[in-house]
C-alpha cells in the first residue's frame, strides 16, 4: 500500500510502500497527531520513516497501482 506524507515547509512529499492496511495507518497518524508525538511507519524493504505529528501536513492513505504498463488513454 502506498502512503504519501506531506510535510510543512518541504518541497517534496514523502512517499513509503507499505504492508500495513489503511485502516492501521490511520490509526498510526491518529494516535501520532493526538499526543503530540512522532509517526512511525515501516516500509516494505525493512525501513522505518519517523515524522514529527507537528510537521504533519498531510498524509494520504491508498493502494498502489500494480502492474501498469504501456499507455493509457
Given at each position: 500500500m502506498e502512503v504519501k506524507i506531506g510535510i510543512q515547509q518541504a518541497v517534496r512529499e514523502l512517499v513509503?510502500?507499505?504492508?500495513?492496511?489503511?485502516?492501521?495507518v490511520a490509526q498510526l497518524?491518529?494516535?501520532?497527531?493526538?499526543?503530540?508525538?512522532?509517526?512511525?511507519?515501516?516500509?516494505?524493504?525493512?525501513?522505518?520513516?519517523?515524522v514529527p505529528s507537528a510537521k504533519l501536513a498531510y498524509v494520504e492513505i491508498g493502494t498502489?497501482?500494480?502492474?501498469?504498463?504501456?499507455?493509457?488513454?
Open positions: 513509503v510502500d507499505t504492508d500495513s492496511s489503511p485502516d492501521d497518524v491518529a494516535d501520532a497527531v493526538a499526543n503530540d508525538g512522532v509517526l512511525t511507519l515501516k516500509d516494505t524493504k525493512g525501513r522505518t520513516i519517523i498502489s497501482a500494480l502492474g501498469t504498463v504501456g499507455f493509457r488513454s
